[in-house]
């Protein structure tokens, strides 16, 4: 079955240094999605990418697609103790309604 | 105000005892949906439902059953809870199944 796969599982980063976190899915996807969930609360949309290559910005954070669309990519630059949390990313397969959330990577905010 | 309100928010019981966890979204979205979180294995599928007595298998159903009887309400059954369902529950709900989704706020369950 589909496989969505997270790296770094766990990001530690200095307040003001930049990151990203990487997402990969065994199989080609029709969009995918990225999520945030704080310490103790839920996940809450961000973003949705759908073509091939597109890349989105949210202030500092930076979103995109692989030219495959098998793989996805968040980068947040000068880091803030409010960026702590979990991103989840979650890939949709090309065939069908399917959403599946890769492990997560969870970010700690040096200050 | 939209949002998706999950019911209770924690709950200790005991093997077999059946429990219901109740959700309900006013924003009148088609699709909704039941994961659980676990440590290390992010979010996981157990049921989805399209629209109103329109439900669907996820990654991980034994054990549960859901009913949408009513587009507002997808509540999520467990008929003989075991340790194994413990894990933290969240309810999402979506314009359809294509869009981003709203999350409930949760329900950690303990079974023992």
């Known amino acids: 079955g589909q496989q969505v796969m997270q790296i770094p599982q766990y990001q530690h980063v200095q307040e003001g240094e930049d990151f990203t976190t990487y997402c990969n899915s065994s199989t080609t996807l029709s969009n995918i999605q990225w999520y945030k969930q704080r310490p103790g609360g839920h996940p809450v949309f961000l973003i949705q990418?759908?073509?091939?290559?597109e890349v989105k910005k949210q202030k500092r954070l930076t979103f995109q697609f692989g030219e495959a669309k098998k793989n996805s990519s968040l980068h947040i630059t000068a880091t803030q103790t409010t960026d702590v949390g979990t991103y989840f990313c979650a890939g949709r397969a090309a065939a069908g309604n399917k959403l599946t959330f890769g492990g997560g990577t969870r970010v700690l905010v040096k200050p | 105000e939209a949002q998706v309100t999950q019911n209770p928010r924690y709950l200790i019981t005991v093997t077999g005892k059946k429990l219901t966890v109740t959700c309900s979204q006013n924003m009148n979205h088609e699709y909704m949906s039941w994961y659980r979180q676990d440590p290390g294995l992010g979010l996981r599928q157990i049921y989805y439902s399209m629209n109103v007595e329109v439900t669907d298998k996820g990654d991980v159903p034994e054990g549960y059953k859901v009913s949408r009887k009513e587009k507002r309400n997808f509540p999520l059954i467990l008929e003989s809870p075991s340790p194994n369902q413990t894990s933290l529950y969240f309810c999402a709900t979506g314009v359809s199944a294509n869009y981003g989704y709203t999350f409930g706020s949760g329900t950690r369950l303990t079974v023992v």
């Open positions: 990418l759908v073509k091939s290559g």
